[in-house]
């Protein structure tokens, strides 16, 4: 059973470029997180989605950055017109319906030149 | 202070000694869960423990939580140079059933010397 595969691992982008990450859950899980990680800093919560759903947003910064999970296919976190400060780790988990515990992906770390 | 935070920040220790890491929350939670990653890879899930338990066992790590302190700690005993990583703690402050978001530290930086 293969874990949460996330891809690319490393994204180098210049400014106002886009940014697309994508995640494929573990097999099973149909919940899928997305959190941002800065250097020397704990994870934070993006969003939450569940398949065709977005849950929870409340992480998300309102302007440049989208989230899907369409019913066939990865989950996608989509950063448009990209700066410097979106340069992080951004880390997906997935868990089964109705259970706690997230599995995280290996993380896509971005680089904003 | 942050939801989940833990201490101390940094802990160097030699090999086969115990390592004692706390965290501390501020708000009701269902779950507490301790993630550990090795640098600049992804976290590997160690332990969940829920609201309603006092201790858990996992091998050679421990943990417990006493939610009249809002606090939890980890203890990884005959530690060994492969421990070298940092520590996460994560709160679920979800009562639903339902799953909901984590909330981390900032996270602590275990040195092991061999």
């Known amino acids: 059973n293969a874990g949460v595969m996330q891809n690319p691992r490393h994204l180098v982008r210049r400014r106002g470029q886009e940014a697309r990450l994508r995640c494929s859950p573990m097999k099973g899980h149909s919940h899928v997180y997305w959190y941002r990680q800065l250097p020397e800093e704990g994870l934070k919560f993006m969003v939450y989605?569940?398949?065709?759903?977005?849950?929870?947003e409340s992480g998300m910064p309102k302007e440049r950055f989208s989230a899907e999970f369409p019913k066939e296919g990865p989950s996608i976190l989509r950063i448009q017109q990209v700066v410097r400060g979106d340069s992080a780790a951004y880390f997906c988990?997935?868990?089964?319906?109705?259970?706690?515990?997230?599995?995280f992906g290996p993380g896509t770390r971005l680089t904003v030149l | 202070s942050q939801q989940g935070e833990e201490d101390p920040q940094a802990l160097s220790i030699q090999e086969g000694e115990n390592a004692t890491m706390n965290c501390s929350y501020k708000?009701?939670?269902?779950?507490l869960q301790w993630y550990r990653q090795n640098s600049g890879r992804g976290l590997v899930h160690l332990i969940l423990?829920?609201?309603?338990?006092r201790e858990k066992h996992s091998g050679r790590l421990r943990v417990t939580l006493d939610t009249s302190k809002k606090s939890s700690s980890l203890l990884i005993t005959a530690s060994r140079a492969a421990d070298t990583a940092s520590y996460f703690c994560?709160?679920?402050?979800?009562?639903?059933?339902?799953?909901?978001?984590?909330?981390f530290g900032k996270g602590i930086t275990l040195s092991v010397r061999p």
């Open positions: 994560a709160t679920d402050p979800n009562y639903t059933g339902a799953n909901s978001k984590l909330t």
């Open positions: 423990i829920r609201s309603n338990e």
């Open positions: 708000t009701s939670i269902n779950n």
């Open positions: 989605l569940q398949k065709e759903n977005i849950i929870d």
């Open positions: 988990a997935s868990s089964p319906q109705f259970a706690a515990g997230q599995f």
